[in-house]
């Protein structure tokens, strides 16, 4: 099977915002992800593709994603608050109040969408659960803080996506096909996870990603 011929995987990354106007964390993370990825004995390429923080630019990427015909769309964000590494569940299609990178808003706030109109949440088909119980069993020495006898997750799963870009892009692509998709929030650089850290444990839901999409493609 040729390069061109080899399944794709799209990672995507947030560039910088209000509060992150330096560096994000997400995108960080993303570049250090490797070309590509085998796994069952299949080969995948890994696409990483930033995305500016505006609603226009989001659009735009989440149609070229999908157009494309991916086996799985992963999404990265940063979040302020979070500790450790949290895979999200669902995303809602309401309270998009905050102004992009550019100015703009959403009209009333939300969003109409080509599949499930104006609909109040969209969760994902995968099983995060599971997703976060792998990645903590196989990252748990990784991540573990040398100063501290406290146990240190990896990754939580989460219902609070938020309600800014990394919301709309997890609802818009969430819409495309649910069971091939995902959004991870990424904490800060060194807050407690190296980029590196972080990066190890995005492989690494990928991979388990890959192990539940799998079947559907032998179907």
Same mark, same amino acid.
Request: glycine content about 6%; aromatic content about 6%.
């Given at each position: 099977?040729?390069s061109?011929?080899?399944?794709?995987?799209?990672?995507?990354?947030?560039?910088?915002?209000?509060?992150?106007?330096?560096?994000?964390?997400?995108?960080?993370?993303?570049?250090?992800?490797?070309?590509?990825?085998?796994c069952?004995?299949?080969?995948y390429?890994?696409?990483?593709?930033?995305?500016?923080?505006?609603?226009?630019?989001?659009?735009?990427?989440?149609?070229?994603?999908w157009?494309?015909?991916?086996?799985?769309?992963?999404?990265?964000?940063?979040?302020?608050?979070?500790?450790?590494?949290?895979?999200?569940?669902?995303?809602?299609?309401?309270?998009?109040?905050? +102004?992009? $990178? #550019?100015?703009?808003?959403l009209? &009333?706030?939300?969003?109409? @969408?080509?599949?499930?109109?104006?609909?109040?949440? !969209?969760?994902?088909?995968?099983?995060?659960?599971?997703?976060?119980?792998?990645?903590n069993?196989?990252?748990k020495?990784c991540?573990?803080?040398?100063?501290?006898?406290? +146990?240190? $997750? #990896?990754?939580?799963?989460?219902? &609070?996506?938020?309600?800014f @870009?990394?919301?709309?892009?997890?609802?818009?692509? !969430?819409?495309?096909?649910?069971n091939?998709?995902?959004?991870?929030h990424?904490?800060?650089?060194?807050?407690?996870?190296?980029?590196?850290?972080?990066?190890?444990i995005?492989?690494?839901?990928?991979?388990?990603?890959?192990?539940?999409?799998?079947?559907?493609?032998?179907?």
């Open positions: 099977m040729s061109t011929e080899r399944k794709r995987i799209v990672v995507t990354g947030f560039g910088p915002f209000v509060g992150h106007e330096e560096i994000n964390a997400s995108w960080e993370a993303v570049q250090l992800l490797p070309e590509s990825i085998s069952n004995g299949v080969d390429v890994l696409e990483q593709r930033m995305v500016p923080v505006e609603y226009g630019a989001v659009d735009q990427a989440v149609e070229e994603i157009q494309s015909q991916p086996e799985l769309v992963v999404h990265v964000g940063v979040s302020g608050v979070a500790k450790c590494v949290h895979v999200e569940k669902l995303a809602y299609n309401h309270q998009f109040r905050r +102004p992009d $990178n #550019a100015g703009k808003f009209e &009333n706030n939300t969003c109409s @969408l080509p599949q499930h109109g104006r609909a109040n949440v !969209l969760r994902c088909g995968l099983d995060v659960d599971t997703i976060v119980k792998v990645v069993t196989i990252c020495n991540v573990a803080a040398a100063d501290s006898d406290k +146990p240190q $997750n #990896a990754a939580i799963a989460s219902k &609070n996506v938020g309600s @870009l990394c919301g709309y892009i997890y609802l818009k692509s !969430l819409d495309m096909d649910c091939k998709c995902l959004f991870v990424v904490p800060p650089i060194d807050k407690p996870f190296s980029t590196s850290q972080t990066a190890d995005l492989y690494r839901i990928i991979e388990q990603c890959i192990q539940q999409i799998s079947p559907f493609e032998r179907q």
